[in-house]
Every structure is written in C-alpha cells, then in structure tokens.
C-alpha cells in the first residue's frame, strides 16, 4: 500500500528497503507493536524479484518464484501493523536521539533507522557494456531471457547467481556459455554440478570478456583466454552478467565499512551509530543468501525493539 505525504510524522522504526531483510524486520517489528515504516524508492522485493525459482528456503517446498515470495512477505508485514511508502531518501540527520530522513516526497522522523539497501549489479567495465545496455547486455534473466529464447546466449560470472540464471536460460535455449575468468566455480556444489551436467550449456573457465560488439544490438564477445593471452570471438544475441554486487550505501558514507563498502556491524545488527542498525546484502558477513538476510532482519528488529524501549523507559513485565 502507499502512503501519500507524512509530512514530519513519528515513527519507532523506520526501514530502508523492502527486499528480505527489510520485510522481515517489518514483520518482526510491527508484530512487537513497533510503529513501523517501510521506505522504498522501487518495488519490494529486491533482488529477490529475479529469482525464477527460489528452492533452497527452509520451509518453501515446493520451489515457489521471487515475485511471489515477496508478495506474500510484505502481506504478512502488512497484516500486524507495518506501513509502507514510496519514496528516495536522499538524507538522514541525527538530532538527539531522534533519526530525522528527508525524502523526495517526505520527511520522516523515527527513534532508530534499519538500513536494508541491498546491493545493486557490478558492471563488468568493458566496451559496448554501456552503449548496448539493453539491447542484449542485461543483468536479470528471467526478466529479459524470453526475449532470447533459441538464441545464443552468454552468462558472464562463476557464483550462485551466474550458474542459477545459466540454467534457466539454458530452458530457453539449447546455446548457452557461461564464462568464469578462474578455473573453478565460486558457486556452492549443487549448484555448478547443475551446470556441468546441463548439455545446454557450454563452460568457459579462465576466460574474461574483453568487448562487447555490435551495433544496436548484440553480436558478439571478444574473449581472452587468461592463461595464454590467445583471444577468440563468440557469436551471440545477448549477455547475461553476474560478477557480483556492489553495495549501496551512499547515503551511510559516515558509517564504519569493510573494504568492498559493506557495513560492519556487531551481532546485534548495530552499526557504529547508535539507534542505526544494518541487515541484508549491505552489510559485511561471508554468506549472502535470502535467508540470511531474513535472519539479519529479524534479529534488527528485535535489537531495535529493545533500543526503543529503553528511550521510552519501557520493559516487559
């Protein structure tokens, strides 16, 4: 649901983003009668929205698709109490003991903050990745595989995103290569067996992407195998890139981060603000999965839950 202008009106937690972490500490705060916000600047979701079937959640059986999963969460969230707006946040001030967010359309006051971000794409960086943006370089199979169906394909990338994306576009073509600059998968083992063992897919390792060509659409990779130098060209209609995620916390620059930009914190979920907490993609930890990030957004809440209670000099009896 959206909320129009809220010019100034109080909230206990406000949360930035709706993917998993987001909507679960919506959930967890609100069932704690919390008065709860839910601040996004797109759909809720996340990158859990290009998930065509997500199959390895505790409990979710048989596999159900992102789109759906999330549905559900933010309906749930809704159903005890959190609220939800549509907004850019462009920055957050502490006064006090209060959090005040100025927004595009609003400003928002709150006792904590729960910043839940996420990560967007990284870029591979080569020629023609920008000019043919969209025109056969695309960073979401499921959104634009279709398109492709029975075409040559390429996955860049040697994770659990590049090799989960390569075999479902390998159900919408029998020509997919996927290419990983090291010799191995980073992927977690089911996972790459699938690949390895799917005859639609062709694997490439110790090969980068040099160049993207073409002209208004897509035509071919330029390639350079890492160990020899040699390069080679490779003949297709689009390339599907999974190198990773770069965090977004710009809007955080003050906060204490790791060295790729992820936010450290303790296991509370506190960062090095007080009444600020982090959870999901954002912050710094060794394994991203959706239900980690539920885990970060449950135990955030509760953590804030207990921050705010003691503002108000409140306790359970």
Do not use: W
Not at 37 to 45: C, K, P, R
Not at 189 to 214: D, S
């Amino acid at each position: 649901m959206y909320y129009g202008r809220m010019q100034e009106v109080f909230f206990d937690f406000i949360i930035l983003g709706a993917g998993p972490a987001g909507l679960a500490a919506a959930q967890y705060g609100a069932r704690a009668n919390l008065s709860v916000l839910v601040v996004e600047n797109m759909t809720a979701g996340g990158q859990v929205l290009n998930i065509n079937s997500l199959e390895n959640y505790p409990g979710v059986f048989p596999a159900t698709d992102g789109v759906s999963f999330t549905e559900t969460m933010k309906k749930q969230a809704e159903s005890f109490g959190a609220r939800f707006a549509t907004d850019t946040v462009t920055s957050i001030d502490k006064i006090g003991n209060e959090f005040v967010l100025h927004g595009a359309k609003n400003t928002y006051r709150a006792f904590t903050v729960l910043i839940a971000t996420g990560a967007e794409h990284r870029q591979l960086g080569v020629p023609g990745e920008k000019e043919l943006s969209g025109m056969g370089v695309s960073y979401c199979a499921t959104c634009d595989g279709p398109f492709f169906r029975n075409k040559p394909i390429a996955v860049v990338g040697g994770g659990d995103a590049a090799c989960d994306e390569a075999t479902y576009l390998a159900t919408l073509t029998s020509n997919v290569t996927l290419i990983h600059r090291r010799d191995s998968f980073r992927a977690q083992k089911a996972v790459a067996e699938r690949v390895l063992n799917n005859r639609n897919i062709t694997v490439r390792f110790n090969t980068t992407v040099e160049k993207i060509c073409g002209t208004d659409r897509v035509e071919s990779l330029l390639l350079r195998d890492t160990r020899t130098g040699e390069e080679s060209s490779l003949s297709v209609n689009a390339v599907f890139i999974f190198v990773g995620m770069a965090p977004r916390g710009n809007l955080v620059e003050m906060l204490k981060k790791d060295e790729s930009g992820c936010i450290i914190t303790d296991e509370n979920m506190a960062t090095s603000i007080k009444g600020m907490f982090c959870a999901g993609d954002i912050r710094s930890k060794p394994f991203r999965q959706v239900v980690t990030a539920v885990s970060d957004g449950a135990v955030a809440a509760f953590s804030a839950g207990n921050y705010v209670r003691e503002l108000k000099n409140e306790s359970y009896r």
